[in-house]
């Protein structure tokens, strides 16, 4: 593992204490009152609080280090716990520190709703769960044992993290129809801050959970009970990761239960069309058993929510008493450099005008918000919670999110008046498979915030499609 990368105009004021008081004194005295759950999370003394705000204010100042799924699978083959802990423990802050940073910059009409102090009051608990072992002894095996499970309280904390801001944004859209800040579909202009924020605390939380699932499954006992097993029974995972995700399976057992919570709803649901494509040169491996090296919770996620929202749209546009309706059509191609898979139906499409708003967190068809119970892929370590099913208008955006975390991509064509088509582009090399993370900006992240800008806010990747 790589260390951490100090950001460059962050270098000349972490280099002297006495640079860094007069900012951390801004904090305490401007800052505090909107960091809403981070002082008292820290303790009721003043010395705490400015130790808390001290240590935000060092560990933000850090870039997260972005991990390809190759470094991932090396460092588990060679690494021991003691090293685990000793990249995690400076790793974690830098990634909880940048977000919760970015926090801050949220307007106030998000600030302001109970769930989302929720939400602050969590990390703040976070960071300072994993801060308590900055100085820890890695060769004490009680340290390690206790680091273990703090990190596991972190994951199982944020466990319902997207469905608390799922609600923190649905009680401002409340309060802001109240109070008359909506002129018909369009919103106010805080909602595109919004939008742009939704996606990097949510990848953020994927990856921090990533750091940890791959801890506690190879160096604990704590995820004994949710044993991360192969499809096919076999011995190929590496912690969350499996050498050989088989693509066939996965996209079956999301089919199969997208089918129930369609049959459950409407009494009827679309059949499969599925065929497979072994694309790479020379390679004479069998269609149907196709795989690459990648994470199959994460790709289960993504088909599921894909299945599920063509399923819909087609039983609305046809009618649940249709017989025969049209199948969803499924394509996975293998290719020497991408893993691509099209999802293809005929549910009425869209106007092309409204492609970009089915990605906005703030935007969705269904009537009525409803939670599923959990859609983990069967027989796999829980990696998510339960994920919003209509409503929230989650689906879309959180599947393109779980695309583009390893250098990835999700994009849509409509058809309006016929129907839909979803790709779905993933690494097939898992050294091109890497993190892309947010990184906090002392300045460049405000004017972001302030103002709809441009920066270099992400970490650099190789293939950058965005």
């Known amino acids: 593992m790589t260390s951490l990368i100090l950001k460059p105009n962050m270098l000349r004021l972490m280099s002297s204490p006495k640079s860094i008081a007069p900012l951390l004194k801004k904090c305490v005295s401007t800052k505090s009152s909107s960091w809403m759950g981070a002082t008292q999370a820290a303790g009721n003394g003043s010395d705490e609080q400015s130790k808390f705000l001290a240590s935000l204010e060092k560990y933000s100042a850090y870039q997260p280090t972005p991990v390809s799924i190759q470094h991932f699978i090396k460092f588990a083959n060679n690494a021991c716990p003691q090293s685990s802990f000793l990249f995690l423990k400076r790793e974690l802050p830098v990634r909880l520190a940048n977000i919760m940073k970015e926090l801050q910059l949220l307007p106030h009409q998000l600030h302001d709703t109970h769930a989302c102090k929720i939400v602050v009051d969590d990390y703040a608990q976070s960071f ?41 944004v649905m ?12 002129n018909g579909t369009k919103q106010p202009k805080y909602m595109e801050n919004i939008q742009y924020f939704l996606d990097r605390l949510y990848i953020s939380r994927i990856s921090t959970r990533m750091l940890i699932n791959q801890h506690t499954a190879l160096f604990t006992e704590l995820d004994k009970k949710s044993t991360v097993t192969a499809m096919d029974g076999s011995s190929s995972m590496i912690g969350s990761i499996d050498l050989k995700c088989e693509i066939s399976p996965i996209i079956s057992q999301a089919y199969m239960a997208a089918r129930d919570i369609c049959e459950y709803h409407y009494m009827t649901a679309p059949e499969l069309d599925f065929r497979a494509v072994n694309g790479v040169p020379g390679d004479n491996s069998p269609a149907e058993k196709i795989s690459f090296v990648y994470i199959p919770s ?8 894909l299945i599920k929202n063509s399923m819909r749209a087609t039983i609305e546009k046809h009618g649940d008493h249709t017989v025969n309706l049209p199948p969803i059509k499924i394509r996975a191609i293998r290719g020497s450099h991408d893993v691509t898979i099209r999802v293809s139906d005929q549910g009425g499409g869209i106007p092309r005008r409204m492609t970009d708003t089915l990605f906005e967190y703030l935007y969705t068809t269904a009537p009525t918000p409803a939670i599923t119970s959990s859609v983990d892929m069967p027989g796999q370590m829980q990696m998510g919670s339960a994920a919003p099913l209509a409503g929230y208008g989650y689906g879309l955006p959180l599947s393109r999110l779980y695309a583009r975390y390893f250098n990835g991509d999700l994009t849509m064509s409509s058809i309006e008046g016929f129907g839909t088509e979803v790709f779905i582009y993933l690494q097939a090399i898992e050294s091109e498979a890497k993190e892309r993370l947010p990184v ?3 300045t460049g992240s405000k004017k972001i915030y302030e103002a709809k800008l441009t920066a270099s806010d992400w970490t650099a990747s190789k293939n950058d499609n965005r």
């Not at 994460?298 to 929510?305: D, G, Q, R, S, V």
């Open 128 to 168: 300072r769960d994993v801060l308590s072992f900055e100085k820890s002894n890695p060769q004490d095996p009680k340290v390690l044992d206790a680091f273990s499970e703090a990190v596991h309280k972190v994951r199982e904390r944020h466990t319902n993290t997207v469905v608390i801001m799922a609600e923190a």
């Open 440 to 442: 906090y900006h002392e």
């Open 171 to 182: 009680e401002m859209k409340n309060n802001a129809h109240r109070h008359g800040q909506t």
């Open 298 to 305: 994460h790709l289960y996620h993504i088909m599921f929510e």
